[in-house]
């Protein structure tokens, strides 16, 4: 568990590094004077640094919090990763997901539900009388809250989500 303990504080640390450098890149082009140098440990102690290394005990199951409080936490990562100053949403490539900060997020993400509360694609797809292409699409449009179980490889959708979409179905 130490050696995932120092792989997660390796991910933390690099997208620290990451959202600083874009930061100071912005900030050093809106006014040179604002920007002072920060060294990776005060980016650690600093309010990102705290949330990502909360999000990394919540993925190595050291941490259990309230589901909203991870879900925010890492909304909030994933909107400074992703969205661009003027745009009016934003978007993960599906590809991020596959890096080893998406991996930190997933696995939060995961650990943040219950198993009941969660179907299998093929499952979602049957009740919802579409293909599981039609799942995948929903879920990269965010109609579809999705989570991915790190340690066995799968995707699950939340299950209410499914629900929800299922009496839209029937409401139409």
Do not use: C
Request: glycine share 6%; hydrophobic share 40%; aromatic share 8%.
């Amino acid at each position: 568990m130490e050696a995932e303990a120092l792989d997660y504080q390796n991910v933390v640390d690099e997208a620290l590094k990451l959202l600083y450098s874009q930061h100071h890149r912005l900030m050093s082009r809106l006014y040179p004077g604002a920007v002072a140098a920060l060294s990776l440990e005060q980016l650690r102690q600093g309010p990102l640094g705290q949330v990502l290394r909360r999000l990394a005990l919540v993925a190595q199951g050291k941490l259990s919090e309230n589901r909203e409080r991870t879900l925010e936490a890492i909304e909030l990562v994933l909107q400074m990763l992703f969205w661009a100053p003027g745009a009016e949403d934003y978007s993960v490539p599906r590809s991020f997901w596959e890096t080893d900060l998406g991996r930190l997020l997933s696995q939060a993400k995961f650990r943040a539900y219950e198993p009941g509360e969660l179907v299998s694609i093929g499952s979602a797809a049957q009740q919802l009388g579409v293909t599981r292409p039609t799942i995948y699409r929903w879920m990269d449009e965010r109609k579809l809250e999705y989570v991915r179980d790190e340690m066995s490889g799968r995707t699950f959708v939340v299950r209410e989500g499914v629900e929800e979409l299922k009496r839209q179905q029937e409401s139409v």
